[in-house]
């Protein structure tokens, strides 16, 4: 690899959105009922990180943050590839985390955030015809998410267990 193209690690935090082109790499921590969504356009090798908290914005009154939600976040990270020059027709989805991290808990009382968050996600995809190529969702421990620009593979670090990528 040329030494002047260094790989840039960009941390995006929770309910948060940040894209990069190759070499960069998005990295999240702490999904663990929140969702990681990746989107990666592999003509132009540019990507997006959105860290989806909740599932619906339209359950709250003055939404500031739209990458908050998956109903706001994912068509704004899709805006946002778009100012990249990414076609919404290659775009190649992975999601990551929705896990259920109150164990023993009464299911109501949960509100069952991961699993929604992840539902909402794959909704959202859908109408814009965005193809999920993996997901790593569900259980009960909490992941961290690196995205790595130049390949589109996503790498999964979950607490006790090796990597993985999807």
């Known amino acids: 690899m040329d030494p002047a193209r260094e790989i840039v690690e960009i941390q995006v935090g929770i309910a948060d959105l940040k894209l990069t082109r190759e070499p960069g790499r998005l990295i999240t921590l702490g999904l663990g009922s929140c969702v990681g969504v990746s989107l990666y356009d592999p003509i132009i ?46 775009l190649q989805a992975k999601l990551v985390g929705g896990a259920q991290m ?27 015809n965005i193809r999920i190529l993996a997901e790593d969702v569900g259980g009960n421990r909490g992941r961290t998410m690196i995205v790595d620009t130049s390949n589109g593979d996503v790498t999964i670090r979950t607490m006790g267990n090796k990597l993985k990528v999807i």
Do not use: C, W, Y
């Open 45 to 90: 090798k540019v990507g997006g990180l959105l860290h989806v908290m909740l599932p619906d914005s339209t359950q709250f009154n003055n939404v500031h943050k739209p990458s908050k939600f998956a109903d706001t976040g994912i068509p704004l990270m899709i805006k946002e590839l778009q100012k990249f020059g990414a076609r919404v027709n290659r």
């Open 102 to 128: 109150f164990s023993g808990l009464d299911e109501k009382m949960t509100l069952n955030i991961g699993l929604r968050n992840t539902q909402k996600s794959r909704e959202m995809l859908s109408q814009f």
